[in-house]
């Protein structure tokens, strides 16, 4: 079945970067719109990148210029890269796939920036 493994999370000083690695199985990666959504607390999940195939990105205007993403087809993972991080970056975030009208989410993983 179709599995999508984060890892890189952790906690942060405002001001410095991480990088979130998402590892899938199961499924065609080239064939997948690759993205990444975060969800803070008390708040509804949302829309941070998209890459869809190797060319066409798209990014939440909240992170335009200082996160970038990116697909890797020979080790099927997608990244995200963090720069500049703020406070208000601090959420789970999750990779998520879509693949032929299928959706498919990881377990997420944690980021905390301190101020």
């Known amino acids: 079945q179709v599995q999508l493994v984060e890892s890189g999370g952790g906690l942060v000083q405002a001001g410095g970067s991480l990088r979130l690695s998402c590892v899938t199985s199961?499924?065609?990666?080239?064939?997948?719109?690759m993205g990444w959504f975060r969800q803070a607390p008390g708040k509804q999940r949302e829309f941070v990148a998209r890459?869809?195939?190797?060319?066409?990105?798209n990014y939440a205007d909240s992170v335009k210029g200082r996160f970038a993403i990116s697909r890797d087809g020979a080790e099927n993972t997608v990244y995200l890269q963090m720069n500049w991080l703020k406070p208000e970056d601090t959420a789970v975030y999750y990779c998520?796939?879509?693949?032929?009208?299928?959706?498919?989410w990881g377990q997420g993983t944690q980021v905390t920036v301190s101020s």
């Open positions: 199961g499924m065609d990666f080239r064939l997948a719109a």
């Open positions: 890459i869809i195939g190797r060319g066409m990105i």
């Open positions: 998520n796939a879509d693949l032929r009208g299928s959706s498919y």
